[in-house]
């Protein structure tokens, strides 16, 4: 799957060890590491496990459109597709099996 970031700051801290570690911590870098390996792999966003630990999941509310992969509780890597058009389905929703490049936002605790 394609990755994209929100900014440069962003990619700069997501491609880089020390930057993760000086942002979030030793522990949280590495499974932000870690869940970059498994985005990276995924034909689509439907191929990122939905189930712990990884646990892709879509956000409602101010937040609807985006979701969720969960790193060292209660941080999330908060992505969203950046396909354009974003594939839809019949019911209005995310087609995340044509989802084949996403944005990250940011990572954080938004509850």
Excluded: W
């Excluded at 498994?38 to 990884?54: F, Y």
């Amino acid at each position: 799957m394609e990755i994209l970031f929100k900014s440069r700051k962003m990619q700069k801290r997501m491609n880089s060890e020390a930057e993760l570690v000086r942002e979030y911590g030793k522990e949280n870098a590495r499974i932000i590491m870690r869940r970059m390996v498994v985005l990276h792999a995924a034909a689509c966003l439907a191929d990122v496990p939905q189930r712990p630990p990884d646990r892709c999941h879509p956000l409602s509310g101010k937040r609807k459109g985006q979701y969720a992969v969960d790193t060292k509780h209660p941080y999330r890597i908060i992505i969203e597709p950046a396909n354009n058009p974003i594939p839809l389905l019949e019911d209005g929703s995310t087609d995340t099996r044509s989802v084949t490049s996403i944005r990250i936002l940011e990572v954080k605790d938004y509850h």
